[in-house]
């Protein structure tokens, strides 16, 4: 995938990043041959490789039990917001 100068300019209005001009191009150029690789990754063999639980052979994840350790709080942690309503946390809209 090749991302256009509009591409770049859209993502950084997004992220409010201020591009300069000559960035531009620069970012242009990372992030596509960055997809492009990503792409390739595609194309990799994978038949036949069983999914790994841990990168070391022989080795598997501690879990813990799955239990309620703590009491519910939310109304304790709530009394300090500004805005809460139904039991959520009511924020400034941020994007457009």
Do not use: C, W
């Not at 300069?20 to 036949?48: N, Q």
């Not at 069983?50 to 598997?60: E, N, V």
């Amino acid at each position: 995938m090749s991302l256009t100068r509009n591409d770049i300019e859209s993502i950084a209005r997004l992220a409010r990043l201020e591009l300069t001009e000559a960035e531009i191009p620069i970012y242009v150029d990372s992030l596509s041959r960055i997809f492009k690789f990503v792409g390739e990754l595609d194309s990799a063999p994978t038949e036949g490789t069983t999914p790994m639980a841990h990168p070391l052979p022989g080795h598997s994840q501690r879990l813990r039990a799955d239990q309620v350790s703590e009491v519910d709080q939310r109304a304790r942690f709530q009394r300090n917001a500004p805005q809460v309503e139904a039991g959520l946390y009511l924020v400034p809209k941020v994007l457009e």
